[in-house]
């Protein structure tokens, strides 16, 4: 049994951990850390009742080490990197949500997170937790840059047409909604029920900072240098991304033959459904799958994909990239 | 054309008076305060870009009472209660919006919101803004205490079974459920969106402020000693108010006479609606209306009732009151 | 391995029967039938890509007979009588999620469905299939009547009170609170999105079909005549159903006392958690819990009860009663 | 008092356009038409209950003739062009809110609605409802083709840059996103609420009716040939349409010269309102105002506008009409 901790327990991203850890046969949860709650962890996640019995603990470096072989760290970003070094030196291995060690380069990272990076020699030779593309390379981490939820999505839906040289890297939009969760759980008047429910809006337009992670693994993926102009939207619900993309075409193709391309690059994966249909985000809500089709129209590419950005663009994705690290079956607990 | 200042202008229900009274031909927002905004109103409130173009000021009492004739106040209370004297000792009338002249004893006050009172003397003297019940004392006033919205709701219901006495004071089951919106708009926790959406929850079971002043007002109104067991729930929704209520019959009835009281008590009233059918919060939100139906199931009185509580049950009413004490239609800006 | 038929297969309940199979080890779902739709199950149901790989068939009772051990019967009710007798005579035992089996006395389900049983011998032998209740019968049984999804919730929420003699059997009120889902997914103009978002209704005031089925087995539990008044309403969400229960003591009672005999009640279920907070539906959403707490309010017993009407309402309760008759571990695919 | 007809008055456009009459000084809702329902108006519009007290009445055009003065259409296309003639005949005005005479070219007419025009001849003749666009025109005609909900929300936002040739006419990607009333009241599996809520869609990818519209409109307006990649998707809320819009900038040019265009080109309208910060569909929910800004990001104009689908989509801009063709001033029961 693996003794799994989780940073930052308040959250909704450890909540999803928690809960998916639940159906894991080999993982315990034995450690929960929050610096604001004591007690329960159920008092702050009344849906974990009779399901998870420990209480949140202040995260002490030393207890950590002690009680837990992997932690899943749901702190924001900065508080990110102020605590992995000290996991990693006690042979803690740890799948990181935040962004703290997605980026490759420390300068990108100050300039869209605001602050200097503390911990640069790790930039750029931490994996990105992309098992779709990054499977071979996460084995054996002891840690993993888990990806973001837009990122993701986009990702998985743009990767197999770069790929094949079947798109233009350089004119790509992505039109992204997601639903609120994605916001987090901390109280702010834009995140109200009352300002987000019957209510659809676009924000961050063009410094959204998932676009930085875009550009690097798809430009890493493609080897080519790929710019994108990402516009995010908020949907007025829980769950879910939607992200259409339109692409130019590298060269002469066919719906056909982009379906084929798509078909092919996702033959042997589990989590990614290549569908006919037209996507919805309901049809992925609480799994971890990602459901994307193409489209030719107008002479563009255009590419549907869907998530729920709390599984597979968060806590999913970061139970399979447990179960990667750990040597279990990469599908345990995500079915 | 009256001055009218909002006093308090941030929140939802001062949204609410000023878009109403946009409409209004004989008001003019002249003043619009705020402790923490500044700049133009519809930097807060983008729905009002264009149509309130009035920057919010610091609440200057001398200001004020300088360019306005009439307040809406729309404090949260105690704050209430600090501005409110100053105002009518600068003959500038007001409609409040919080709970602090409401009830008439202010030990009862104290006890509800654990502080004291320190304007005790209004108290039992101003009117209670509800004009179907007391239209003739609103008139002609300075200060009139605008009832909260879950109140509105239940006293509509069931005053005129109190009044002709069909049903036992002292028996009654509210059990009400509120959109979000009446919880305002300072960020919490238990009010974002991922919170309240697709969840259905009860709150202050047994201890809700509102229930004294239901009963304060029904025992007032009917000359009975009215004791209601009180239950809000939240739905997730923006607004509306619904009210299902089980009394027990005061004497032998029959459903065709509960209907034609309440048809009667309510014959020459505009804004309460007695149906038939069920009433739904859909049908009356945006609007001024309250629909109210009752029926008579295995013995109980069961009253439906539903409003818009940001309408009906907050800036509606208290737009109804401002011109009854301006002595203008009652129905202006309302239809 | 148990090869299990899904006889009805298009709507919501036969979907979330399917959902959950697929993390059960030894189920396999074999053949699902429908008379309107051919073709991959999955085309009705897109979240099923990938994990059932069925195509429906028409309902062929030699087919069904050969090819499954069990059936979830997911048929409107008058349907599934019709259907039933014949699988039972094949030796296929059965989960029947319509109402045909559930009342034990063909006149009042005649009256309350409008049209006359026709396999009234199986009335009052076939077992209620709520195992909090009726585990040990409901085990080796050929057909099990799964329970209503308010009923569900007002039973679990009502029994052991009834039980231990602390409420009156005569003078209960059950204001139930349901999400939409629950109305099926035949196309009507009262369920579209644009009637339902942002309103809150009550219907069926007074002659619910699910009160008699309370009514029934309440008094058979307890062995006392008892009477609810029943009140339904309509809540802007998927899933959920919310009980608020106002019962009158039948002697002096503190809310500890009854706090205790609940948790004494469900001291060893799995699937029902009695919680000291407030419940709401959010936390027991995709999952099969029943969240129940008791207050004492102003002399009434006040009990609140959420579960999700789609699992432990419908499909997880359905599963949980596979498991029993199949001699499975009850749990097995339900947490 | 202009005397008002509703044809086809059982929907939610012919509910929008009474409830927006309800206001109107000079206008009587006089006739309210429907195939399927008898008895008053509020059965199936009980938000108008006391408001509207007419009762439905079958499409007799002698009854209409004599009864009204100017009727609103709000059938199905097909059946409106059916209608439409004889109620011109008899000189009655017509405001016809289906897409029967948007299109100027019959053959484009039956290509994208799958049957023949029947009254050809006023096709290219009529003029095309968009009072900002063509308020002189509308002026005095007799029939008017309100324009399609995506459709004002797309030309309102691409015509000042059109006709300022500030932007390739050639390269246009519409991105739009709708709320569910704008599907209509018949009753689909597609719209019901438990298939809509949590759930974000695409749909009608490269064949939507409206592109073919959007597309003639503004290039009639702007004397180029216009192309659009026109993508709509379903947002899980009853009201709004936001339209991302992205173009290529047809010379050098920097985002305070495009906000210029666009301020200078709506100076004078009231209902279209230009913002500097980025819209929200709540803000412009139950009002005639578009909401539009504009955004030059990475070398790309991004056009982000916002409006009320049921409003200044449908029922709105359909009074502002009736006002222009009646002589009313135009924003008559619309503020």
């Known amino acids: 049994m693996v003794r799994v901790g989780v940073i930052g327990g308040t959250g909704y991203t450890a909540l999803e951990v928690m809960r998916l850890l639940q159906r894991h046969p080999h993982a315990e949860v034995t450690v929960v850390t929050s610096r604001s709650e ?32 992997v932690c899943f760290c749901c702190l924001p970003h900065k508080a990110s990197m102020d605590c992995i070094p000290s996991l990693l030196a006690s042979d803690v291995r740890v799948v990181d949500l935040s962004a703290d060690y997605r980026l490759s380069d420390p300068s990108v990272y100050e300039k869209w997170y605001g602050h200097v990076h503390t911990d640069p020699t790790r930039l750029g030779t931490t994996v990105y937790g992309l098992p779709e593309l990054y499977r071979d390379q996460i084995r054996g981490q002891n840690l993993v ?27 790509i939009i992505i039109d992204a909604k997601s639903g609120v969760s994605g916001a987090g759980r901390s109280p702010k008047v834009a995140t109200l029920y009352a300002e987000c429910n019957e209510s659809f809006s676009a924000y961050s337009v063009g410094n959204h900072r998932h676009a930085p992670e875009i550009e690097q693994v798809l430009s890493n993926a493609s080897g080519k240098s790929v710019e994108v102009l990402f516009t995010p939207h908020l949907v007025p619900m829980d769950r879910g991304i939607f992200a259409t993309i339109y692409a130019t075409p590298a060269r002469d193709t066919t719906e056909s033959e982009l379906k084929e391309a798509l078909r092919a690059f996702y033959s042997n994966e589990k989590f990614v459904r290549v569908v006919d249909h037209l996507p919805r985000t309901k049809d992925v809500a609480y799994t971890n799958f990602c459901d994307v089709t193409v489209r030719l129209v107008r002479g563009r590419v255009m590419i549907l994909a869907v998530l729920d950005n709390m ?25």
Chains 1, 2, 3, 4 share one sequence.
């Open 38 to 69: 004591t007690g329960p962890v159920s008092s702050s996640h009344p849906s974990l009742t009779g399901q998870i019995t420990v209480n949140f603990t202040n995260p002490d470096p030393d207890e950590i080490a002690e009680k837990t072989d």
């Open 145 to 171: 840059a888990n990806p973001g939820c837009y990122t993701s999505t986009s990702i998985l839906a743009l990767a197999p047409f770069l790929k094949a040289d079947l798109i233009d890297p350089q004119a």
């Open 311 to 335: 599984i597979k663009g968060a806590a999913g994705v970061a139970v399979q990239n447990f179960n990667l690290i750990s040597d279990f079956d990469e599908e345990t607990a995500l079915l």
